[in-house]
Nanobody, 118 residues
């Protein structure tokens, strides 16, 4: 059974930091591209960051570049999103996604709420 379980969300003040984690099971984690998406109320889900299967390459949406860092530990089947200098506009539900490039097979987590507010 495939599972992606996110954790680490919560309420933080502007300028603060959070570290999201996503633990995967039920598939070969090390061959999947892992991504973080987010969806704010009334908005479409958007890609925040993605990392290659080996961790050598990563991509970020412009609005988080320099503030967020995606990383992965293939020994622990876990992908992380370190979020620094958080802004109110970062408030959203954050989702973990796994994609296998060659078949486009995709799995989603259930999401974790991040709220940035004073």
């Amino acid at each position: 059974q495939v599972q992606l379980v996110e954790s680490g969300g919560g309420l933080v003040q502007p300028g603060g930091s959070l570290r999201l984690s996503c633990v995967a099971s039920g598939f070969t984690f090390s061959i999947y591209i892992m991504s973080w998406y987010r969806q704010a109320p009334g908005k479409e889900r958007e890609l925040v960051a993605a990392i290659s299967p080996t961790g050598d390459n990563s991509h970020y949406v412009n609005s988080v570049t320099g503030r967020f860092t995606i990383s992965r530990d293939n020994r622990k089947n876990t992908v992380y999103l370190q979020m620094n200098s958080l802004k109110p506009e970062d408030t959203a539900v954050y989702y973990c996604q796994a994609t296998y490039t060659y078949t486009s097979r995709t799995y989603w987590g259930q999401g974790t709420q991040v709220t940035v507010s004073s």
